[in-house]
């Protein structure tokens, strides 16, 4: 009975724990006397995992503040430099990588180019390297590493950190857990890409603060992170937000997807879809090999066809987003990635659209915007899963 009561204990202190570091990270600063008014616990207790988390060098006092009546206190807030994360974005042609401070702040980055084609020993080869770059650049600025995160463009199995299956990249059952905490030591993350980017956006970004909304991964795939009751909505599997995949008819055809059925939604709503929409506008004399920069360039420059063939995407993009407006009423549809790039030309489309598809009453509760971390939304995002990691789990980093 003894051992049950103090594994209990235990678990009430780590939950307490857990809440003054959320409520420090989402309202700082706070003073003691209000961390106590806000989480309903006694001065006493608060003052103890304050200490606790002052040890483990997660908070750090920032000042006297003065405002109100009675005695200044001291203010909390969250230390931006209790350590480094490194966040690594697998994407279809290329590696980033990135180190950021406890507050998501970007220290260090790069990103090279990789092919698709080639083995995954060899793309894995190459995140190696940039790993140790961002290793030796958190240690030379004196910072631990809290953690090594990776967002993946596929779905992911968490509890072993093992790639199910990434159709862009054509990778199946991949311990990319295993092979890279093997390799340099450190605690790994794995998550969906879109996931990842959800969470950058509610610790970080324009849906803090939200508990209902819907983050769009738009790339090469499309990909999609729901926030439902200010909890990320994984499903029974872990696999929920694989929107790309839902069969729409946005066009009078159904192209084939690179996951092997025909008429999915990312395939009318991607970048791809805006550059072949582009090349079918252009006579054999003009046509040559196309990007998204490109394009934005041309649109820029006020070109029509650039312009429409970007819209043309943002109604199919706006189509498929109608019915999971329909189904989960959220607040905000936040739309990042690559395709972000031209948001500018491709929100307006999505939004008019949005309006068209989705039932009006529910139409005119949600907010259609771009992401505040763009074309590095699901980069930023690998690191807010360390750092959402932590919130909810301080005691897993170590004293001081």
């Given at each position: 009975m003894k051992s049950f009561n103090t594994a209990d204990q235990a678990f009430v202190r780590e939950l307490n724990l857990s809440l003054v570091l959320q409520l420090i990270h989402n309202e700082a600063p706070l003073s003691r006397a209000r961390l106590a008014a806000e989480s309903g616990l006694n001065k006493s207790t608060v003052s103890s995992l304050v200490e606790d988390l002052l040890d483990r060098n997660l908070i750090h006092e920032t000042g006297i503040n003065s405002t109100g009546t009675g005695r200044p206190a001291m203010s909390l807030e969250i230390n931006p430099e209790a350590g480094g994360i490194i966040g690594v974005e697998l994407g279809v042609d290329f590696i980033a990588i990135i180190l950021t401070d406890f507050m998501g702040k970007i220290l260090f980055r790069k990103n090279v180019s990789a092919d698709p084609a080639t083995s995954q020993e060899k793309t894995f080869n190459q995140a190696f390297q940039l790993i140790d770059e961002a290793v030796l650049f958190c240690h030379d600025e004196g910072y631990r590493i809290l953690g090594l995160s990776f967002a993946i463009p596929g779905t992911v199995e968490l509890n072993d950190g093992l790639l199910i299956f990434a159709p862009n990249l054509?990778?199946?059952n991949t311990p990319i857990r295993k092979i890279f905490s093997e390799r340099t030591g450190l605690k790994v993350f794995v998550e969906n890409d879109a996931n990842a980017a959800a969470v950058a956006e509610h610790l970080f970004g324009v849906?803090?603060?939200l508990n209902d909304f819907i983050f769009v991964f738009a790339g090469v795939g499309l990909g999609g992170g729901l926030f439902l009751n200010g909890q990320l909505y994984r499903g029974k599997g872990g696999y929920a937000g694989e929107i790309g995949h839902t069969s729409i008819m946005a066009e009078p055809f159904q192209l084939p997807c690179r996951c092997g059925n025909l008429g999915c939604w990312e395939t009318?709503?991607?970048?791809?879809s805006i550059i072949w929409r582009m090349q079918s506008r252009l006579d054999d004399k003009q046509k040559a090999p196309l990007s998204i920069s490109l394009i934005k360039k041309a649109a820029d420059g006020g070109d029509k066809d650039a312009i429409e063939a970007i819209a043309e995407s943002g109604t199919a993009m706006g189509i498929g987003l109608a019915g999971l407006v329909n189904i989960f009423n959220p607040e905000k549809v936040i739309i990042g990635g690559p395709i972000s790039v031209v948001g500018e030309y491709l929100l307006p489309s999505v939004q008019k659209s949005v309006n068209k598809y989705s039932?009006?009453?529910?139409a005119v509760q949600t907010e259609v915007s771009l992401s505040k971390f763009g074309p590095d939304a699901s980069l930023v995002g690998a690191a807010a899963i360390v750092v959402?990691?932590?919130l909810r789990n301080p005691t897993h980093i170590e004293r001081r």
């Open positions: 054509n990778w199946h849906a803090q603060k009318y709503a991607n970048q791809e039932m009006v009453e529910i959402d990691d932590i």
